[in-house]
């Protein structure tokens, strides 16, 4: 547990929550990533610049924090540009077929005790936790 | 002005991820590593997320309306079908694999990084792919949609994709 960092990582739990009740307050809406995110690539009339403006601001908060903070960025793992594109695709491709990810399902949807979001939080812990099983313990930690 | 709220609340959102470490794969693959040295934080990060939002959600939601917006839009469905499940599950080994969910993902793409910009660049891919499959492996779009004031279907699910 030598990264083990339950203070900071409250603080940003505590903050991402903030966050997402102001969408909440302010827009009526669910601060769900993969579905604010999905709604940019591919916009429906007066839907766009809501979700236009959220994601700059996930990206101005990334681009500004790595000038401020770059050991927050440090930890990191050993795969290979082909292991992280094929990542991508299925995350890419399950948040659309599932409904959602961690901030919509996990943060937001279990937040508001809905079913639909329990389960499909369970089935991507216990795909991740699978994962990772395979990857570190039967492949020996690079892919 | 109206924007201006999205726009912070990305960045606090940001804020809150790289505070909380999510936007560092190797804490994230280490809260999935339950079999090696487990890193508890993101359990952390979960836990004040949602016991935030669950308070400020109930608040909230006691208004008529949102402050900008006409009404509320939440998430409508609760049917559990194959289509969750193999979605979570299919985003889970994603997950765990590279290690970035699409916040922190996005995030981290910003600050240049060669794994998140490729990672991003897949997810979109993904997320078009999805798209192809839904229209000619599923033929979800041939069915005709559901009629929204049957009387037969008054309680029964609705189906409108809710936005997680």
Known sequence: MENFTPIASTIGGLLIGLSAALMLLFHGRIAGISGIFRGVLQPKKGEFAWRAAFIG?????????????????????DRSLVAVAAAGLLVGFGTRLGNGCTSGHGVCGMSRLSA????AT??????GAITVFIVNHLLGGAV | MKYLVSFGSGLLFA??????????????????????????SLAFVMGGAVVAYSVLYRLIVKKKRPLMEAKFHLPTRTDLDWRLIAGGATFGVGWGLAGYCPGPGLTAAATLSTPAVVFVIAMIGG????????KVVLNKRSKPQEPEQNPDLVGARVQVPSEN
């Open chain 1, 122 to 127: 369970a089935s991507f812990m216990t795909a």
């Open chain 2, 127 to 134: 997320m078009f792919l999805f798209g192809a499959f839904d």
């Open chain 1, 116 to 119: 639909r979001s329990f389960v």
């Open chain 1, 57 to 77: 601001g996930l990206l101005a908060g990334g681009a500004a924090l790595v000038f401020m903070t770059p050991e927050l960025f440090a930890v990191s793992i």
């Open chain 2, 15 to 40: 804020l809150g991820l790289v505070v909380g470490g999510m936007t560092q794969p190797g804490k994230v693959v280490g809260f999935l590593d339950f079999a090696g040295d487990w890193d508890p």
